[in-house]
């Protein structure tokens, strides 16, 4: 997000971590591989998008997906 890497990996977990448990995404599931897949796509281009702005956004992203 800044060019600073361990900044944006703290930012990439929160986001996941954030999504993850709001879909009540299953650890070892099917569902969760496709999540993985979706998120890091949603991610790589919305990395700039606030925590907030980015729950709203993807938890849309993912009823499409």
Known sequence: KNGNKASDQID???????A??????????TNEQKFNTVFANFWANNKSASRTDFAKAFATAWTKA
């Open 20 to 29: 993850y448990q709001k879909l009540r995404i299953t650890a070892g599931s």
């Open 12 to 18: 990439f977990l929160g986001k996941y971590g954030d």
